[in-house]
């Protein structure tokens, strides 16, 4: 999607190894967020971001940290991939308007 | 679980077809959002309605909230087969700015 990119497109790791999707914007948007989607479970909120140097907690963030030094930039790593972290992980912003989030294109991680 | 209930979770129809797709919640809201997702591909909001609103419509998308219920529903007006996605319901549910999506419904439109 026009403004937000998410890299890598897909991945494979071994576990136990460590792995940072980056999710960039040019939007210049304040919130941003990232996404877990698995089958039957739709989108779980793994961390968010208010701003710079500020993130919190979503609903599934054990195993995950993020980071986000920059406004454009947000990261998130996962300190030692585990099996149950394979999954299609999307990255969206916000500015809190009557258009929602916009999502990027998501990155297709599985962990072997 | 914070998420709510999407139903049907699958719904197949004709083209020129209304579909209609429920969703529920279970605590306070701001707002509802729906979104749309082509197979593969991330999602694309579609319409947000706030917690003082009752309907709102946006082309042939027509959306209604019952707070009192805590529902809502999506109906798609004479639908066409690009309209064949998945599509999620999602609660703001408080000034935190986080979204929590429902499971959503996949819909077929058959040419």
């Known amino acids: 999607d026009a403004g937000i990119t998410q890299s890598p497109r897909h991945k494979v790791t071994e576990t136990g190894t460590p792995v940072t999707l980056r999710c960039h914007q040019t939007?210049?948007?304040?919130?941003m967020y990232w996404y877990r989607q698995d089958p039957g479970h739709g989108l779980r909120l793994i961390h968010y971001?208010?701003?710079?140097?500020?993130?919190d907690k979503g609903e599934v963030s054990d195993g995950y940290s993020v980071s986000r030094s920059k406004t454009e930039d947000f990261l998130l790593t996962l300190e030692s991939a585990t099996s149950s972290q394979t999954s299609v992980y999307f990255c969206?912003?916000?500015?809190?308007?009557?258009?929602?989030?916009?999502f990027g294109s998501g990155t297709r991680l599985t962990v072997v | 679980s914070q998420q709510g209930e999407e139903d049907p979770q699958a719904l197949s129809i004709q083209e020129g077809e209304n579909a209609t797709m429920n969703c529920s919640y279970k605590?306070?809201?701001?707002?509802l959002q729906w979104y749309r997702q082509n197979s593969g591909r991330g999602l694309v909001h579609l319409i947000l309605?706030?917690?003082?609103?009752r309907e709102k419509h946006s082309g042939r998308l027509r959306v209604t909230l019952d707070t009192s219920k805590k529902s809502s529903s999506l109906l798609i007006t004479a639908s066409r087969a690009a309209d064949t996605a998945s599509y999620f319901c999602?609660?703001?549910?408080?000034?935190?700015?986080?979204?929590?999506f429902g499971s959503g419904t996949r819909l077929l439109v058959r040419p």
């Open positions: 969206a912003i916000s500015e809190r308007s009557e258009y929602g989030y916009t």
């Open positions: 939007e210049n948007h304040r919130y």
């Open positions: 971001s208010y701003g710079v140097k500020d993130t």
């Open positions: 605590t306070s809201i701001n707002n």
């Open positions: 309605i706030r917690s003082n609103e």
């Open positions: 999602a609660r703001e549910m408080d000034s935190s700015y986080k979204l929590i």
